[in-house]
């Protein structure tokens, strides 16, 4: 399994992790991989999710909205 190497956290940032492992019966390396992995899944739904948007508007053409708002602030 590949492995990272993070330097030069901040060090408040160390003792919240430290705090979030003790809380959650975990070592702080556990912490940290389960918070990475969380993120990771995360993006990769967010990401999935953007493309079928994407692709749900390809091809359309939208108006530029600078006159509408420039005329909604002139009232």
């Known amino acids: 399994m ?3 190497l993070v330097r ?3 060090t408040e940032a160390v003792k919240g992790l ?3 492992a003790a809380a959650n019966k975990r070592s702080l390396q556990a912490e940290v991989k389960d918070i990475l992995e969380g993120v990771s899944a995360h993006m990769q739904k ?3 999710a953007m ?3 994407r692709a749900a508007f390809r091809g359309r053409k939208f108006p530029d909205t600078g006159a509408l708002i420039r005329a909604d602030r002139a009232r």
């Open 2 to 4: 590949p492995s990272i």
């Open 8 to 10: 030069n956290l901040d």
């Open 18 to 20: 430290k705090r979030m």
């Open 46 to 48: 967010a990401d999935e």
């Open 51 to 53: 493309l079928k948007v």
